[in-house]
C-alpha cells in the first residue's frame, strides 16, 4: 500500500510520528512531507527544541524502512501528480490554514498538491485536524472538504478502552486512521470486545 502523510503546522507531532511509525511498520511505502511550521511543531513537541533543524527532525520522525521525505517544494514527488497510484492520502496534524487552502482549491506546497490531486481523483484523504475552538469559517471549510469526499478525523480520543498512558491515547486516534487508509491494525481495544 501506498500513502502521502502530509505534516502542518497545528499541534498534534505524536499522532504524525506514531502513524508513520505504524505505516511502515505494517509494510507501507510512505512519502512524507512537512512544511515549515510543520517541522517547528515537531521539534517543539516531540524534542521540546524548537529550532532543531529540518533534517535532523524529518530523519527521526520518518527513519523508518520504507518512508521518503519530500521537500515541500517538491513537485516532482509520485504524490503531486493523479497519474501515480496512490492508495491514500493523510494531513496529519491538518493546521486550519491547510483546510482553509484545500477549501479554497489553493495549492501552495506539495501537501496542498498532494491532498487536491486526492480530490481531483476520487481517492481517499484524511484530514486530521486538532484545533480548538472552530469558528464558523472553520466549520465552512472543513464542511466543504467533507462535501468533496476527504474524511475529516480529529485528534481526539476517546476513553472507553481505558488508556493508561499518553501513548494510549494517540494509539486509539492512529488506530482510527489506520481504519480509514485500510490497514489492519491492533493498537487499540475497540468498542465491544
Known amino acids: 500500500m501506498r500513502v502521502f502523510v502530509g505534516i502542518t503546522g497545528a499541534s498534534g507531532a505524536p499522532y504524525a510520528a506514531r502513524l508513520i511509525q505504524a505505516l511502515s511498520e505494517a509494510g507501507c511505502e510512505v512519502g512524507v512531507s512537512a512544511s ?3 517541522v517547528e511543531v515537531l ?3 516531540l524534542y521540546g527544541d ?3 533543524g529540518r533534517d535532523e527532525v524529518l530523519s527521526r520522525v520518518a527513519g523508518h524502512p520504507g518512508v521518503t521525505v519530500h521537500a515541500p517544494d517538491d513537485f516532482r514527488a509520485p504524490y503531486a501528480s493523479g497519474s501515480a497510484q496512490v492508495d491514500a492520502y493523510v494531513v496529519c496534524p491538518c493546521s486550519m ?3 482553509g487552502t484545500l477549501a479554497a482549491g489553493a495549492m501552495d506546497n506539495l501537501i496542498h498538491r498532494a491532498a487536491s490531486v486526492a480530490i481531483k481523483e476520487g481517492r481517499k ?3 486530521m485536524p486538532r484545533e480548538t475552538p472552530l469558528s464558523t469559517i472553520h466549520l465552512e471549510g472543513l464542511l466543504k472538504l467533507r462535501q468533496a469526499g476527504a474524511v475529516i478525523l480529529f485528534l ?3 476513553f472507553y478502552h481505558s488508556p493508561k498512558s499518553i ?3 494517540v494509539d486509539f486516534v492512529v488506530a482510527r486512521a489506520l481504519d480509514q487508509i485500510g490497514v489492519a491494525n491492533e493498537l487499540s481495544g475497540r468498542w465491544g470486545s
Request: aromatic share 0%.
Open 50 to 52: 524548537p529550532d532543531l
Open 36 to 38: 515549515g511550521a510543520g
Open 97 to 99: 490554514a491547510t483546510v
Open 156 to 158: 481526539a480520543p476517546g
Open 167 to 169: 501513548d494510549d491515547l
Open 125 to 127: 484523504l484524511i484530514l
Open 43 to 45: 521539534a517543539t513537541e
